[in-house]
């Protein structure tokens, strides 16, 4: 292994963000920023490699780490002048986590490491202000504690409770020196009680237990929830940047904050941000106090002063700051900066979080000031969050109604846009209680890491503390959820379980609330939802193009994936309404129309279950004569809808006895209907009883076995495309046959398809054909593609079978175990969700290849949900698919994650 510690800032800068691997991204960005010139406090990072090490090494750090670190502090100690552990000027640390990428809140940060009951006093002679030597002081204590030797928070956040209302004081500012002495040996005392040891006074033994905490906090329940949740590998490891302090928590000249460049919200390009003037880290997230806005345009209203305002000259340098930063990271950033006597220091900058809206607004506006190109804006949009665009908002009318009847209870931050409405959980654990029998919304004071579940759980998250830069609020944005914070005018009783605001009681468990988190507002009850502004242009008309922002961005991403795409996005579609949404939304054919679904409809399934029912051939070719127009119908209107696009036809594919009722009395109603007695009617139902229907008589085999009934079907697709035409419409049918899984299958469904069609086209004097293909769906066909190639224009994988298929999982039993495999690791995801590419995507790539082999140039899709799945799409754009297919709603994500496959080449 190399070199474990890279020194930041001072006269030697070692790192840069191209280092973020090894360094972590604090570590590297800290690094990046000294080497432009910007104040960062020097210090020094232990390689993220080190935390790997670490466990390898039994938990213990290595001599050769430890000697490189205590060269590393010779060096600070230098640079800043002055000794850590000195009785005289001591140095003060800061030791840090950070992996490659950040994971807010997950690991914990230890403050004014070093001080100990001689260095207070020193920092006490140094700074002038013993009030300011002993708040830091008994911060320290509360976060080593906490951090290093695991002594509950809520201890000391109680003795200082007692303290203030001993002493008839509210805020922490109005502690004097003496108040947070007394509390410093009160501290003392609780971690003796706790830990059956003194608080640790050598600085270096305190040094390597918070170092070692910062490894060990790698693999908290938190932090591996997270990174689940995120996908961020077990291996990687967090880096440990050990930086000297500076003081926010000085004086009335002094502060600390966070800042964001554009709107984190809606990313609007705006200065935004909060502080708080005497203060230290955590204190601005922490919600202990109201932070204050930055700017002079956000603090007006608010009754607050602004850090323009308060300190003009700081503001003006974090100002131009940021819009370096932002400059030179060509991406939005979220920066957190202290001032110490009037002097500005920046401690972290990062490329910020934000929704979706804010993700789309700043990466079309980022193309606009040249800052970087419609590519790069493309890959930089996380495909899926296009589903919250597409999300419900409320109905504006309901909205005004509620907001008369005065159930408008609050309104909050608007932290995470979108709507939600749920009953009211009050903790964690009742939110994921309760999420199985319908949406909850998580209602708490404030959330923190441990409830992370829980807010997964829920539809929205509403809290009665925090801005915008809370952990409830970061983490929401985060997950895409829509959430409502710092909604002060909200009490929460846990004991009796209730939500009170004025003179409202909402029960925890039962009642409903709703949040808009576009406006913050929160309502008592339910609220229906409303389409999005993208559906209201696009889908229903309500709104004009010109009206809306928001679809006109939706529509530039939208061009620019259709640009940079090589792969064709058809959909699945069975309603001619379907077809239209989807090709409103760019479809460019469909991938797969389920025929099944057509006989369903009305009166159809009457003359379905005659069908069925018909003794021999002649009944069924009756039967099916009824059926003739109807199905005949459907396809002319998807034809229709569908214009000149090709639309991918399967072929009659479930079993029969799913359009039979098995109840009695539905038994009853269809024998009178049809005209037989109860008796025929139970017996083909037992007779058509499957043990396993999902491999029983389905797909082709019921074309096999009753031919007519495809018969049926691909007289009328013809008898329709032919139709239409005649009406100028161009219909670009495709006939795909389902389950095959030996090419004579096809070939004997085909001879039948072929001479039905030769009738058809005898009988009007036409000369229509189409295409013909199968579905590969079965793991016999995968690997036996060459031969069926033979037979088959095009290949279109059934990844939902092919997965059932090629598992052995059955996709209605699944839900027992699946999640217990993804939590055990045995599968890193639902298979069902996205495509397991190293089993199911190998069958597909291999059916690619011989597919190819036997007829070059044979038309390769995919119609399984995994076609809207973003990772699996850029799978299948690397096996070369000429087009993926999925819901029409998920039409925009599969179009941006192709794109983002053809970029990514
Ligand atoms: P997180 O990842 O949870 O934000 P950080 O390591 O960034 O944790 O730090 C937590 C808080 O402590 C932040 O507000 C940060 O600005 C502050 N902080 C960290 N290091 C220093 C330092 N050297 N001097 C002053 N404040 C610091
Ligand atoms: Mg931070
Ligand atoms: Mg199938």
Request: aromatic share 6%; glycine share 10%.
């Amino acid at each position: 292994m190399g070199k474990g510690v890279y020194t930041f800032g001072g006269n030697r800068n070692e790192g840069s963000a191209s280092m973020r691997n090894l360094l972590g991204g604090k570590g590297c960005n800290l690094a990046e920023m000294a080497g432009l010139g910007i104040p960062v406090p020097p210090g020094f990072t232990l390689t993220t490699e080190q935390c790997g090490a670490y466990y390898t090494n039994g938990r213990q750090l290595a001599e050769e780490l430890k000697a490189e670190v205590l060269a590393a502090l010779k060096w600070l100690e230098g640079v800043r002048g002055c000794g850590f552990g000195a009785t005289e000027n001591p140095l003060l640390l800061s030791v840090r986590s950070g992996a490659r990428v950040s994971m807010p809140g997950m690991m914990d940060t230890v403050l004014n490491l070093g001080l100990n009951d001689q260095t207070v006093q020193a920092l006490e002679r140094a700074s002038g202000n013993p009030r300011f030597a002993w708040d830091s002081y008994r911060r320290f204590i509360t976060m080593y504690s906490n951090v290093v030797l695991n002594v509950e928070h809520a201890l000391f956040e109680a003795e200082l409770e007692r303290a203030k209302e001993r002493l008839g004081k509210h805020q922490d500012t109005d502690l004097s020196a003496e108040d947070w002495k007394k509390l410093v040996s009160a501290f003392k005392e609780i971690v003796l009680e706790e830990t059956g040891k003194a608080f640790p006074q050598e600085p270096m033994e305190q040094l390597w237990g918070a170092i070692r905490a910062v490894f060990e906090s790698w693999n908290t329940a938190r932090a591996i929830t997270y990174r689940r949740l995120n996908r961020i590998p077990d291996d990687w490891g967090t880096g440990v940047n050990v930086q000297s302090m500076v003081f926010g928590n000085m004086g009335d000249d002094c502060g600390t904050g966070v800042a964001f460049t554009r709107d984190p919200a809606t990313g609007e390009r705006l200065f935004y941000g909060e502080y708080l003037i005497n203060a230290q880290g955590e204190d601005v997230v922490a919600g202990i106090r109201t932070p204050q806005p930055i700017t002079r345009s956000q603090a007006e209203g608010t009754g607050l002063k602004s850090l323009e305002e308060a300190m003009p000259d700081s503001f003006k340098e974090l100002d131009a700051t940021c819009q370096r930063l932002e400059q030179h990271f060509k991406d939005m950033q979220d920066i957190e900066f202290t001032i110490e006597r009037g002097k500005l220091f920046l401690l972290q900058t990062r490329n910020g979080k934000r929704t979706a809206m804010a993700g789309i607004r700043i990466a079309i506006d980022l193309v606009d000031e040249g800052l970087i190109d419609s590519k790069t804006a493309l890959k930089r949009i996380d495909a899926d969050s296009l589903s919250q665009l597409l999300a419900p908002v409320f109905d504006p009318k309901e909205k005004d109604r509620l907001r008369k009847e005065g159930h408008l209870l609050t309104k909050g931050l608007n932290a995470g846009p979108g709507a939600a409405t749920g009953r009211i959980a009050l903790t964690a654990e009742q939110a994921e209680k309760m999420a199985p029998e319908g949406p909850v919304v998580l209602v708490r004071v404030e959330t923190s890491p441990e409830d992370i579940s829980g807010m997964v759980a829920s539809q929205g998250i509403l809290t009665a503390r925090g801005g915008m830069t809370s952990h409830a609020a970061v983490v929401a944005r985060g997950m895409g959820k829509p959430c409502v914070c710092g909604a002060s005018a909200i009490q929460i009783d846990l004991t009796r379980g209730i939500v009170k605001v004025g003179d409202h009681e909402l029960k925890g468990g039962q009642d409903w609330i709703s949040i808009d988190g576009s406006t913050g507002e929160v309502f008592a009850g339910k609220l229906s939802a409303h389409p999005s502004e993208v559906n209201q242009v696009l889908v229903d008309g309500r709104l004009k193009v010109e009206d809306s922002e928001l679809y006109q961005r939706f529509a530039k991403i939208m061009r620019w994936s259709h640009e940079a795409k090589r792969m064709k996005v058809r959909t699945n579609a069975d309603t001619p309404h379907d077809a239209a949404v989807a090709r409103a939304f760019g479809a460019e054919g469909i991938g797969l129309c389920r025929t099944e679904h057509m006989f369903f409809e009305g009166d159809r399934i009457i003359a379905v279950r005659e069908m069925i029912l018909a003794s021999d051939t002649e009944g069924r070719k009756k039967a099916l004569a009824k059926l003739l127009p109807m199905q005949r119908e459907d396809f002319e209107g998807i034809f229709t809808a569908m214009n000149g696009l090709p639309v991918n036809i399967r072929l009659l594919d479930p079993p029969l006895h799913e359009f039979l009722p098995q109840d009695e009395a539905g038994q009853k109603e269809m024998a009178e209907v049809i005209g037989v007695d109860l008796g025929t009617v139970e017996r083909r139902v037992a007779q058509l009883h499957e043990f396993n229907p999902m491999m029983g008589h389905r797909g082709c085999r019921l074309g096999i076995t009753f031919p007519e009934i495809i018969r049926m079907q691909v007289r009328a697709i013809a008898e329709a495309a032919l139709n239409v035409a005649a009406k100028g419409i161009k219909a670009v049918p495709e006939i795909m046959v389902p389950l095959i899984g030996t090419v004579r299958e096809l070939a004997y469904t085909k001879t039948e398809m072929l001479d039905e069609i030769a009738q058809v086209n005898k009988e009007r004097g036409t000369q229509f054909a189409c295409p013909m293909g199968t579905m590969i769906e079965i793991p016999r066909a995968a690997i036996t593609s060459d031969k069926i190639a033979a037979e088959a224009e095009f290949f279109s994988f059934g990844t939902n079978d092919l997965t059932q298929m090629g598992f052995g999982f059955s996709r209605d039993d699944a839900g027992t175990f699946l999640p217990e495999y993804v939590g055990k690791k045995i599968l890193e995801d639902d298979p069902f969700q996205s495509l397991d590419q190293e089993g199911i995507g190998e069958l597909v790539r291999i059916s690619c290849e011989k597919g190819r082999s036997a007829r070059p140039g044979i038309k390769l899709g995919v119609c399984g949900e995994h076609g809207g799945d973003p990772r699996s799409v850029v799978f299948f754009h690397k096996v070369g698919l000429d087009y993926v297919s999925c819901s029409p709603y998920r039409v925009p994500i599969a179009t941006l994650a192709a794109a983002q496959a053809a970029l990514e080449q």
